[in-house]
């Protein structure tokens, strides 16, 4: 790598605070890292407590220390918190109250911290601010502050895509203020890119219009932050979604993040997790024949009314065959999850439910068959890298056009779908799983994926050179 001579260059990489985006950004981190380049890791303090206190947890439960598994550079990585703008008296769990509170406090706080550093390690100057693209205000302060801004991107290049004809969509009227479709039944980008419905949007809320507005109004803010960025860093591979990148100028596919690290236990910087993981899951896994297990995940935002978790828990037992469901605390509307009469004793050994997964690892696990999943980006993207077929549940956001990709364009899943009531029903459940056994070709597809994204992130791969192309531009900013 040679000796670096007087300044090093130093970056600060500044997630949203969602599982699903600090997950992606901190495999990112620890790549740069890799390289030698020194990166910061800033969370929001309630973010970076959970993730160290699950961490230290995860570390007693397979009896491996933190830092035991640290590579050579990792000293590189330093992970530090900053303020949210909420007092004591907010309500915590307000999502948008959180939104409102990080673009006022946000600018000011990440001055601090930047001010800070370079006072401390004038030799270790920040000169890169890598932000998510939710929080395009942070460019302001970067530009102050003397770094060059890049925003990274953790959902689907086509989800950018979309963004980006906003003003087209509000100016021929086909999009009101709120976002919401006034005309025409859907949008397309390109023949190679599925088209969405009034309702896919990542910004679409339909049954609350107040949230889709506020949804809305960030999404046109993103479009800001992906103008200003001299570099869009996006968690896909061009062979993935070709038409999507081509649509994107200063897009950079360094994808999937996932297939840069190995699998097996995690350090304080890789699991990142905000829920604690349950390893027990792992053996009961071993016991199970190859490709003959279900597993069943929502991430870390879905919730189901009661009488939808009844019929997903009577849906998985009526398929017969093994399951492995991560039922969150909270899943149920939330609050606890209660499973229908009888459930639990009547599956035994034949399912396994867990509040939290070591994910990475369940899906490469042999015994799996399938993914039942919300079809977040990076459950996308996690389960196709590791060559398995979907049954698509989508939730909210991009997570509708994530089940087009998987179902009508790369042909790896089948929707679940909902009745006119829009709950999902054990027959249906039951139905699916069967179609998705039976059926080769999915699988075949899936393997078909997963070659392509690991030649993708291999030496001289479109996403590995993108990678090394980020990485010496990094080295080349004071």
Request: charged share 25%; aromatic share 8%.
């Amino acid at each position: 790598m040679g000796v670096m001579i007087g300044k090093k260059p130093h970056v600060l990489a500044v997630p949203f605070p969602a599982q699903g985006h600090v997950k992606p950004l901190m495999k990112l981190a620890r790549q740069i890292a890799k390289y030698g380049i020194k990166v910061t890791f800033a969370n929001i303090e309630s973010v970076h407590d959970k993730i160290v206190s699950y961490s230290a947890k995860m570390s007693e439960d397979v009896d491996v220390d933190v830092d035991e598994d640290e590579d050579e550079d990792e000293g590189n990585l330093v992970l530090t918190s900053v303020g949210d703008g909420r007092g004591p008296d907010d309500d915590h769990e307000d999502v948008f109250k959180l939104l409102d509170t990080l673009r006022s406090s946000m600018p000011q706080s990440l001055t601090d911290l930047i001010e800070t550093i370079n006072a401390s390690t004038p030799d270790e100057r920040i000169s890169c601010v890598i932000a998510d693209i939710t929080m395009s205000y942070v460019s302001e302060t970067a530009e102050k502050m003397g770094a060059e801004f890049v925003v990274f991107s953790p959902p689907s290049a086509a989800a950018v895509g979309v963004i980006n004809v906003i003003p087209k969509l509000l100016e021929e009227g086909i999009l009101d203020q709120n976002g919401s479709v006034t005309n025409g039944q859907t949008t397309s980008l390109s023949d190679d890119i599925p088209a969405w419905r009034k309702d896919e949007f990542s910004w679409s809320f339909a049954i609350d219009l107040k949230t889709q507005k506020i949804f809305f109004e960030c999404s046109r803010r993103v479009l800001s932050a992906a103008a200003e960025a001299k570099l869009l860093i996006s968690n896909t591979c061009y062979e993935l979604e070709p038409a999507a990148c081509d649509l994107i100028p200063n897009i950079l596919p360094v994808g999937p993040l996932t297939l840069f690290e190995p699998d097996g236990p995690k350090s304080i910087t890789s699991s990142c997790n905000f829920h604690r993981e349950d390893p027990s899951c792992l053996t009961w896994l071993d016991s199970k024949p190859p490709k003959s297990v279900i597993y069943v995940s929502f991430g870390s935002l879905a919730v189901f009314s009661q009488q939808q978790l009844d019929e997903l828990a009577l849906g998985l037992e009526m398929s017969g065959r093994a399951f492995l469901w991560v039922v969150r605390s909270d899943l149920a509307n939330g609050s606890r999850a209660v499973f229908p009469d009888g459930f639990v004793e009547r599956v035994g050994e034949v399912g396994k439910i867990v509040e939290w997964a070591p994910q990475e690892e369940v899906l490469s696990h042999p015994s799996v068959a399938c993914f039942l999943s919300h079809c977040g980006w990076n459950s996308t993207l996690e389960g196709l890298s590791r060559g398995l077929p979907f049954l698509c549940w989508p939730y909210f956001s991009d997570q509708f056009h994530n089940q087009k990709y998987i179902c009508d364009k790369w042909e790896i899943g089948l929707r679940i779908d909902p009745d006119e009531n829009g709950i999902r029903l054990r027959h249906e459940i039951m139905e699916k799983i069967d179609m998705l056994f039976c059926d080769d070709g999915f699988k075949e597809n899936a393997t078909r994926l997963k070659e392509i994204t690991a030649e993708s992130v291999g030496e001289g791969g479109s996403s590995y050179e993108n990678m090394m192309k980020f990485i010496d531009h990094l080295r080349k900013i004071r």
